[in-house]
T-cell receptor, first 111, second 110 residues
Framework: NAGVTQTPKFQVLKTGQSMTLQCAQDMNHNSMYWYRQDPGMGLRLIYYSASEGTTDKGEVPNGYNVSRLNKREFSLRLESAAPSQTSVYFC??????????FGPGTRLLVL | GQQVMQIPQYQHVQEGEDFTTYCNSSTTLSNIQWYKQRPGGHPVFLIQLVKSGEVKKQKRLTFQFGEAKKNSSLHITATQTTDVGTYFCAGWAGSYQLTFGKGTKLSVIP
């Protein structure tokens, strides 16, 4: 069991470039989440998918889009990266109201 | 929306001293969870409390859930350098969102 996997681990982008962060889980969880973590700000929810076929905005959705590709995969897309999106991004999955299982994170630097 | 407040934001302790972090929710929680994040790592689940007034222990860690199910605490007795990291509380409040506190970053001075 790999749990929650994320790719890439690190990424450097220039302002205006786009990229997609990939997340996959093998625990057959219905719900998946994208968080960003900035110093002193804790974990802020960007988007979530309560079940396959649904997605909803979290606390900080601006500048992001998501796709729940299937039950296993949930991707996060930055269409036009900005320096304010420099952060560590975590994907998580769970069965509500259960334990959150986190991926190892993607460290993104936008220049 | 639901808010989860956590204090203190930072705590520096001498090795062997005790440490406590507190968590308060703006709404009643169905359960509360605690996570630990080591430097450079990802949040890892520690424990879940479900019942009003529940107390659970894991070796030197004691977790409490308040009677009103809106607050919680984590107490570490006799801290060790291996306790270093950021501790987060998180709660479900009947929505699809697991809301996290901002975390308490613990530094332990050897």
């Amino acid at each position: 069991n790999a749990g929650v996997t994320q790719t890439p681990k690190f990424q450097v982008l220039k302002t205006g470039q786009s990229m997609t962060l990939q997340c996959a889980q093998d625990m057959n969880h219905n719900s998946m989440y994208w968080y960003r973590q900035d110093p002193g700000m804790g974990l802020r929810l960007i988007y979530y998918s309560a079940s396959e076929g649904t997605t909803d905005k979290g606390e900080v959705p601006n500048g992001y889009n998501v796709s729940r590709l299937n039950k296993r995969e949930f991707s996060l897309r930055l269409e036009s990266a900005a320096p304010s999106q420099t952060s560590v991004y975590f994907c998580a999955s769970t069965e509500i109201p259960g334990v959150g299982h986190f991926g190892p994170g993607t460290r993104l630097l936008v220049l | 929306g639901q808010q989860v407040m956590q204090i203190p934001q930072y705590q520096h302790v001498q090795e062997g001293e005790d440490f406590t972090t507190y968590c308060n929710s703006s709404t009643t929680l169905s359960n509360i969870q605690w996570y630990k994040q080591r430097p450079g790592g990802h949040p890892v689940f520690l424990i879940q409390l479900v019942k009003s007034g529940e107390v659970k222990k894991q070796k030197r860690l004691t977790f409490q859930f308040g009677e009103a199910k809106k607050n919680s605490s984590l107490h570490i007795t006799a801290t060790q350098t291996t306790d270093v990291g950021t501790y987060f509380c998180a709660g479900w409040a009947g929505s699809y969102q697991l809301t996290f506190g901002k975390g308490t970053k613990l530094s332990v001075i050897p």
